[in-house]
């Protein structure tokens, strides 16, 4: 099951500019919930904040609450520890290129020592099945590698490795950006189900995927968070003027 | 426009003027000419090792010691033995600390102590190879007392560190950080990631640096002279005195007899055939667990 997403006078840095100022919003469980906003607004920094990704870059730094449930993100949890229970799509698809499909699929359990063959053959079968791609490598799976799949493919497989993990919570940063429309069906598709397992924030430069995929919806500009409102709303009756010139296309 | 489309396919119509064909086929044959210019001295030193050495070698040359002067035959047995055992030596000192390094530089070195360590593996590259054997000489020889295998293995490692330091920094670089982030997103530890991800993307290129390495200290003689020293017999104590192909060719070759001239020939051959050997060994061995379609 999922859980909820708190976050509280969120702040992020590079080095010493600024990235986010005092983001405070929730994310319910088990929903999808959008982030839109211009480029270089901070969307990104933001997902990767959830997860400390975000201080894996040289002096990058965050203070502020987030909370997963009951974990507290920022207080008293490693941040390894955190990033087994928020799985994390990127941008482009990653696959480990020199590991086979099952390796990668398997491979967050296996480098954290988990060694059960019988189960990991489970584990592997159910997160294809549930990224919609077993059928398509299932005679392959340890013959070609990762990067061997076309980019649709790909990306379902880093969804597919996220899931292996079981996490509560879905973050995807603009998952579907390199990827072309049947490849961006599929993936979409598949958000609608996995809401049912798992909580999930998508970052997306499409207007029309957000209104797709997620309940809610938050508008990002400049570092700072806009309005966060059910999706129909935001893209039919913003209250912010921002919000409105935004979505219908007068910049950005 | 329509004014472009029509240039343009004026521009793509038009015949090619002789003047571009005949450039293009200049360039294509210059760079054929270097290629040529390229494996031209190493098929002539093969070739030529060939010729003047193929004579020599016979069963008895790869199994039996060598002669005394003046009797004929006898072999070069123990120093093939010894040059393998001393590049054991140096590849067991040499290949860990440079792949530590390279991957410390990669991963941890984008400070100025990372850069002092690239600037010092850098000029121990340039280092000439005798000064290399009076280091190990002063380091090993003198302490154990006596030449030694160790010594010899001491100054070869020394002189394979650089070269593996930096060609494994440099192809770690070059593994994106999209599939460190992978790793780093599902919860791995940042060492685990280094070694199990990282390295392991990066291990074709790495090998080769160690192959690289490897070839370039399997000929040397000068860094030998004074730390193994050579040997006439067999010897397979790591604190021994130990014969290496190099030693034996050098001192066959600059000595006064016909028979011993022709015999440093076919180490020489023997050198060469071993190294490509040891080297194609490895690069079949690492290649046999890649997957279809791994870059």
């Known amino acids: 099951m999922g859980v909820g997403i708190k976050v509280e006078k969120l702040n992020a840095w590079f080095g010493r500019t600024q990235a986010l100022y005092d983001i405070t919003m929730e994310a319910p469980a088990n929903h999808a919930t959008a982030i839109i906003g211009p480029s270089g607004c901070g969307k990104s920094t933001f997902v990767r904040c959830l997860n400390r990704m975000h201080e894996t870059v040289p002096e990058a730094r965050a203070t502020g609450g987030v909370k997963i449930g009951e974990l507290d993100v920022y207080n008293g949890t490693s941040a390894v520890q955190i990033r087994r229970r928020i799985g994390m799509v990127f941008q482009k698809p990653n696959p480990f290129p020199t590991m086979s499909i099952y390796d990668n699929v398997a491979a967050g359990l296996k480098l954290n020592g988990f060694h059960d063959h019988a189960r990991l053959d489970e584990i592997v079968e159910r997160s294809l099945k549930l990224s919609a791609l077993w059928d398509e490598v299932k005679d392959t799976l340890r013959k070609k590698s990762g990067a061997s799949l076309s980019g649709g493919q790909q990306q379902r497989l880093c969804i597919a490795r996220a899931l292996a993990v079981e996490p509560q919570v879905l973050l995807m940063d603009e998952p579907c950006s390199a990827l072309d429309p049947i490849s961006t069906g599929k993936i979409e598709e598949l958000i609608f189900q996995l809401k049912e397992k798992f909580t999930i924030v998508i970052v997306t430069h499409n207007m029309q995927q957000a209104s797709r995929v997620a309940e809610f919806t938050g508008f990002f500009l400049l570092g700072k968070l806009i309005e966060l409102d059910k999706t129909e709303k935001i893209f039919t009756t913003p209250s912010d003027k921002r919000t409105e010139d935004y979505i219908t296309g007068r910049f950005g | ?295």
Do not use: C
């Not at chain 2, 790591?238 to 007899?257: G, V």
């Not at chain 2, 050997?277 to 997957?291: D, F, K, N, Q, T």
């Open chain 2, 1 to 295: 426009m329509p004014e472009t489309a029509s240039a343009n396919s004026e521009v793509a119509t038009a015949p090619i003027s002789l003047w571009r064909r005949g450039s293009d086929l200049l360039a294509t044959a210059a760079a054929a000419a270097a290629v040529v210019l390229v494996l031209l001295p190493l098929g002539a030193v093969f070739g030529y090792l060939v010729y003047k050495g193929i004579g020599s070698i016979n069963w008895a040359f790869l199994t039996q010691t060598p002669k005394p002067v003046g009797e004929a035959g006898g072999g070069m047995a123990n120093a093939i033995a010894g040059s393998a055992f001393i590049l054991l030596i140096a590849s067991v000192i040499g290949v860990p600390i440079g792949i530590g390094a390279g991957i410390y530089l990669a991963e941890y070195g984008r400070n100025q102590f990372g850069n002092v360590i690239r600037f010092t593996a850098d000029v121990l590259n340039g280092v000439p190879s005798i000064v290399v054997g009076i280091v190990a000489y002063a380091i090993v020889v003198l302490t154990q007392g006596h030449f030694s295998a160790l010594a010899g293995g001491v100054a070869l490692a020394i002189m394979m560190i650089p070269t593996i330091t930096r060609t494994t920094e440099e192809m770690l670089l070059l593994v994106p950080n999209a599939v460190r982030e992978a790793a780093y997103g599902l919860g791995v530890s940042r060492w685990r990631t280094t070694l199990s991800i990282t390295l392991r993307t990066a291990t074709s290129g790495v090998i080769t640096g160690v192959m690289l390495a490897f070839a370039r200290v399997a000929g040397e003689t000068a860094p030998l002279l004074f730390t193994a020293f050579g040997n006439q017999y067999w010897n397979w104590k790591i604190n021994q005195p130990t014969a290496a192909l190099s030693l034996q060719i050098f001192s066959y070759a600059i000595s006064p007899f016909d028979e011993w001239h022709r015999q440093a020939w076919a180490g020489a051959l023997i050198l060469i055939v071993l190294i490509v050997a040891a080297v194609s060994a490895v690069r079949i061995v690492a290649g046999r667990g890649m997957l279809k379609g791994a870059n």
